[in-house]
């Protein structure tokens, strides 16, 4: 285990924290008005260790196939699960909405793991790390507007309906990038379809 793989791996360990404070916030005895502000600080860490893996790992010289392989997982853990916990609760967003991004990055990562089997890798796309800053600008934002909520500013429907259209639009990039990304390495995909292990 390098530096970078422990902060890959915390991104993994935050994801239950989170969606535990989240949940469960009155049994531990965090009011609703401070409960956002954890859950930003949450995010602010996974985030933070996201930038810093790949920076430590390629300055330490701990670049490795096993971190290669964990950090876009990781990635996806954290972001998946925090979406899925935000289909309870008090933001309520429709499960089959989050379900897309599931569904996305599952496809994904089927196939890069296919072809990699078949000795060819598929390069990260731009597309995809787009995709990444959107799913956790919309994370954020749905955070920052729980505090209004929390000081009775903003009514409960109101945040969830525009938590809604906010993840609604990152859903849809989301779907479009999983498109771009399956048809920008069509190619590559075909042979390792035809190609036996």
Partial sequence: MTAALYLTCSRIVISPIFLIIYLYHHE????????????IALMALSELSDLLDGFVA???NQVTDLGKLLDPMADSIFRLSVFLTFTQGLI??????VLLLLYRDSTISTLRTL???????????????????????????????????????????MLQKISLYIVAVAALYTVCSGVEYIYSNRNYIKKALRKKI
């Fill in 115 to 157: 072809c990699a089997l078949r000795g060819m890798t598929l390069a990260a796309r731009l597309s995809g790390k787009i995709k990444a800053v959107i799913q956790a600008v919309s994370a954020f934002s749905i955070l920052l507007l729980i505090i209004p909520y929390s000081l009775g500013v903003l009514e409960l429907y």
């Fill in 28 to 39: 531990f005895g965090i009011s609703l008005r401070l409960l956002p502000y954890i859950l």
């Fill in 92 to 97: 309520q967003l429709p499960l089959l909405l």
């Fill in 58 to 60: 390629r300055r330490k």
